[in-house]
């Protein structure tokens, strides 16, 4: 709605220009306002309930509006250069994407959780042990501090889940899956 307002102005009158600054910018500092908020809010439920997949997105997600919106200012408000904004805006965004990927969102998740346990949190061994191939390496290293309820609901579930893959065919191989299901067998074979 900003740009589209800012591309329908016409700068023949300055007052406009400043009128469209003014509520623009207040705009901007509301939505400020509505993301702190959100934040604080996912950051309670990380803290009452465990980090998920969703709460990590969600907050990335946010981060990163927050940072278009920082960029939109200078760029839109200040120079009115769209098309740097543009840029700008989708850069962020691959540099966002680049970053999640580096980080192993499934991997954080179970070293959030485990750490939750150890601290004597509330666990869903089963959640963890539901996520991709990357949580499998951090949640076999963890079942030695769980406790025999949760151990053995996530050790169900990764032997159903993630059987060495013998006779699985070259097209859908993965190294994470290839490997999560190599790290479960020999734990099984060590009798996890």
Do not use: C
Not at 35 to 61: D, K, V
Not at 106 to 114: F, G, H, Q, S, Y
Request: hydrophobic letters at 55%.
């Amino acid at each position: 709605m900003l740009l589209l307002a800012h591309w329908l102005l016409r700068p023949d009158k300055p007052s406009r220009l400043l009128l469209l600054r003014i509520l623009s910018g207040s705009l901007v500092g509301l939505l400020f306002v509505a993301m702190a908020s959100a934040l604080r809010r996912m950051r309670l439920y990380t803290a009452e309930f465990g980090l998920t997949e969703l709460r990590l997105y969600t907050t990335a997600f946010m981060v990163w509006i927050s940072a278009v919106l920082i960029w939109f200012v200078p760029t839109v408000l200040l120079l009115h250069r769209r098309r740097y904004f543009a840029l700008g805006a989708l850069a962020t965004g691959f540099a966002a994407v680049a970053l999640l990927n580096a980080v192993n969102p499934d991997a954080l998740i179970v070293r959030a959780n485990v750490a939750r346990m150890q601290a004597g949190e509330r666990f869903d061994g089963p959640y963890l042990a539901s996520l991709s191939a990357d949580a499998v390496p951090p949640l076999l290293s963890s079942l030695t501090a769980m406790n025999a309820e949760d151990r053995e609901a996530v050790v169900a579930e990764l032997r159903y889940r993630w059987p060495y893959p013998e006779d699985s065919d070259w097209r859908s191989y993965n190294l994470s899956r290839a490997r999560a299901g190599s790290l479960v067998e020999d734990r099984l074979e060590a009798g996890l």
